[in-house]
């Protein structure tokens, strides 16, 4: 079994920053990308961004500049540091993984999600 788990949310100030942090756990042989998106209310889910080994990095337009990802491979996670935060940033943000477990087949995994609002 693997799971992703994210923390890391809440509320803040229009400005302001926040860090997410997703970890996953399990029977874990490899991970490949991984990645962030976010879900507004009445909107589709969308690419925030993601990374490949621990430098290729590719972002939404709304969020370069703003938004750095990252990832510790040691500790099978990922991190989304968010600053200049908006309210227009205000989502759930979900993140995902392409793991390795089990076998060498690489499978995407999804985090249940955390809440980040931004207040005006």
């Known amino acids: 079994q693997v799971q992703l788990v994210e923390s890391g949310g809440g509320l803040v100030q229009a400005g302001g920053s926040l860090r997410l942090s997703c970890a996953a756990s399990?029977?874990?042989?490899?991970?490949?990308?991984m990645g962030w998106y976010r879900q507004a209310p009445g909107k589709q889910r969308e690419l925030v961004a993601d990374?490949?080994?621990?430098?290729?990095?590719r972002y939404a337009d709304s969020v370069k500049g703003r938004f750095t990802i990252s990832r510790d491979n040691d500790k099978n996670t990922v991190y989304l540091q968010m600053s200049s935060l908006g309210p227009e940033d205000t989502a759930v943000y979900y993140c995902?993984?392409?793991?390795?477990?089990?076998?060498?087949?690489?499978?995407?995994?999804w985090g249940p999600g955390t809440q980040v609002t931004v207040s005006s």
């Open positions: 990374i490949i080994g621990s430098s290729a990095t």
């Open positions: 399990g029977s874990i042989l490899g991970i490949n990308l």
């Open positions: 995902s993984a392409e793991i390795a477990s089990g076998m060498w087949v690489y499978t995407p995994y």
